[in-house]
């Protein structure tokens, strides 16, 4: 009896055409309700917990910090000494004296330069890597080196060298980021199946075509990888160059506010910063998950 | 002269100091329309000299002769069906097979003529219908289907096919072979197959090349199939000269060059 049971499933796999089990699915009408509902379930299933874990931790972090003498201040503390901070992130009362949001900006617009310039420059030189096995020996090495200097590092250097704190910030933004586009856009390189490379080969592809119409869309799920790690890298790397650098930015901010015993202050741009991390980290896994649709060999 | 000539090829693949001789004095000649069965037992190489024709191994001794001229670099006149279909993912079916088309007519036909031509060969497989498709959308069958189009659209000399129906079961096989032998009669394309099936290999070539055991593996026997086209498979299925021929490659194959597992 089972294993009548089992062969019927099996002719039924094989006889039943997938596409048409989907179609089938989307005729189903489904009422209203019930999609909706489905959605609205899904949407508080995310949003619940971590509320939930917030709420904790806010109230355990309160509690720590009851006492008049505790070194942090509590969150209500904060909530009263800099709520203007958090419900006005884009007031400008002076050229110092501006709202976060202002200042993310600031920060985040030196991101764009620096990442942007670390995106072009690192792809192609993991494509180089990626494709020449001798610049793959020659170079590794150097950059498995050169990737683990902290981002810091690189600033005494990059101020020598520049003798400006602006682009300084931006040389620290790109060389911090650029290491792992360049090691995953490498991977993904040396990883094109041999198949496609038949084809180009038959097609007669040129250098420029290959590039373009398989090398990119082929390694473009390891470009993504490693753009999404670098984009995480940058943003930690502008919060402490412009701890050093001055300026605008949300970093100099943290500093300015530390030097002047501000420290609930200090706890909104913390927040400021990790929620704008958070996002950068979404928009570029975003653009990856449409640039690679079907790029998944099947 | 013949319209291919695959002249005393050798090949030698050499890890380190060990070198093997995988292919020694392959001599073919291919005449123009004609359809060439290559068959031999899994790992003699078969692969490789279809490989050598398509110009994307290099033959260690001898050459190809296409049409007068030597080739051995690859080119849209040798256009390969790969096994496994070898379809860009990224892109649509249309895509795939307007990239080779794009590219072989440069120049030589407008954009609305390599739309035209692109559409020509899709419909010449059936698959206008699923032309906005990517591959991992459409079935095993459908893909290699494409990558037939594919290699049409190039027009090329000689096609050529590295097992196209071995991924496939046996329904969807049957259906593919007998769509290839109907292009076949209407294009006249010269085609070159890579095949480990006998009924197969019978079914479709005017010439079966039956290839000894690797390694050193050559020509054993070649067999001219007589039977008239069009070719109906169930006509065949009791037809005398359809078994004879079906005999002879079978007693090549499991009397005189049985496979013998590698130690």
Redesign the interface.
Same mark, same amino acid.
């Given at each position: 009896m089972t294993m009548q049971i089992t062969k019927n499933d099996l002719v039924d796999t094989?006889v039943a055409?997938d596409?048409s089990i989907d179609e089938l699915y989307a005729r189903r009408r489904v009422p209203l309700v019930e999609k909706h509902g489905a959605r609205i379930r899904a949407f508080f299933a995310a949003i619940v917990p971590p509320m939930i874990v917030l709420a904790i931790l806010l109230g355990l972090w309160q509690l720590l910090c009851l006492a008049p003498s505790s070194a942090l201040p509590s969150p209500s503390r904060i909530w009263s000494e800099a709520n203007d901070l958090i419900l006005h992130p884009f007031f400008v009362a002076g050229p110092q004296d501006l709202g976060l949001g202002w200042r993310v900006l600031t920060s985040l617009q030196r991101v764009a330069f620096g990442f942007g310039l670390a995106s072009v420059a690192g792809v192609l030189l993991g494509v180089i890597v990626g494709q020449s096995q001798w610049a793959m020996r020659g170079l590794d090495p150097l950059f498995q080196v050169l990737r683990t200097v902290p981002p810091l590092a690189w600033l005494p250097i990059s101020l020598a060298a520049f003798r400006d704190s602006y682009p300084s910030a931006i040389f620290v933004i790109f060389i911090t980021s650029i290491w792992p586009i360049v090691i995953n856009t490498a991977v993904g390189v040396r990883n094109i199946p041999q198949?496609?490379r038949? #084809?180009a /080969? #038959? +097609?007669? +592809?040129n250098h420029f075509?290959f590039f373009w119409?398989?090398m990119i869309?082929?390694a /473009?799920p390891y470009i993504f990888t490693g753009l999404r790690i670098g984009v995480g890298l940058s943003w930690l790397a502008i919060v402490a160059a412009e701890m050093l650098t001055g300026g605008v930015g949300i970093g100099f901010f943290i500093w300015d506010a530390w030097n002047s015993s501000r420290l609930p202050d200090i706890f909104v741009a913390l927040a400021y910063i990790g929620v704008t991390g958070f996002v950068l980290d979404r928009i570029v896994a975003a653009i990856g998950a449409l640039a690679?649709?079907? /790029?998944? /060999?099947? | 002269m013949s319209y291919l000539r695959i002249d005393h090829v050798d090949k030698t693949f050499s890890n380190g100091a060990r070198a093997t001789k995988v292919l020694e004095a392959v001599d073919l000649s291919v005449e123009k329309g004609q359809y060439v069965s290559i068959i031999g037992h899994s790992g003699c190489g078969k692969s490789t000299l279809l490989n050598i024709v &398509?110009?994307?191994v290099a033959a260690s001794a001898g050459g190809i002769v296409l049409e007068n001229h030597q080739v051995d670099? =690859?080119?849209?006149d040798? &256009?390969?069906v790969?096994q496994?279909h070898?379809l860009? =993912?990224?892109l649509t079916v249309y895509d795939n097979v307007r990239? &080779?088309v794009d590219?072989?007519f440069a120049g030589k036909k407008s954009r609305a003529e390599r739309h035209d031509w692109t559409m020509r060969n899709l419909e010449l497989v059936q698959m206008i219908a699923a032309k906005d498709k990517? =591959?991992?959308?459409i079935?095993g069958g459908m893909k290699q289907r494409v990558g037939i189009a594919r290699a049409l659209a190039?027009e090329p000399k000689v096609l050529l096919l590295d097992e196209p129906f071995g991924a496939l079961?046996a329904l969807t096989r049957a259906h593919l072979q007998d769509q290839v032998m109907a292009l076949h009669r209407t294009l006249g394309n010269t085609v070159m197959m890579i095949t480990h099936d006998v009924d197969e290999a019978v079914l479709l070539s005017d010439r079966i090349v039956m290839m000894t055991n690797g390694p050193r593996a050559t020509i054993g026997e070649t067999l001219d199939v007589a039977l008239p086209r069009p070719r109906n498979r169930l006509e065949l299925a009791s037809d005398p000269v359809y078994l004879e021929c079906r005999r002879r490659v079978l007693q090549f194959l499991y009397e005189r060059h049985h496979y013998v597992e590698a130690a």
């Open positions: 094989t055409d596409r198949d496609y038949n #084809v /080969a #038959v +097609l007669r +592809l075509e119409k398989i869309p082929s /473009a690679t649709r079907g /790029a998944q /060999a099947s | &398509a110009g994307l670099t =690859p080119g849209p040798r &256009a390969v790969f496994n070898s860009l =993912p990224w990239l &080779a590219k072989v990517r =591959p991992s959308e079935s190039m079961d």
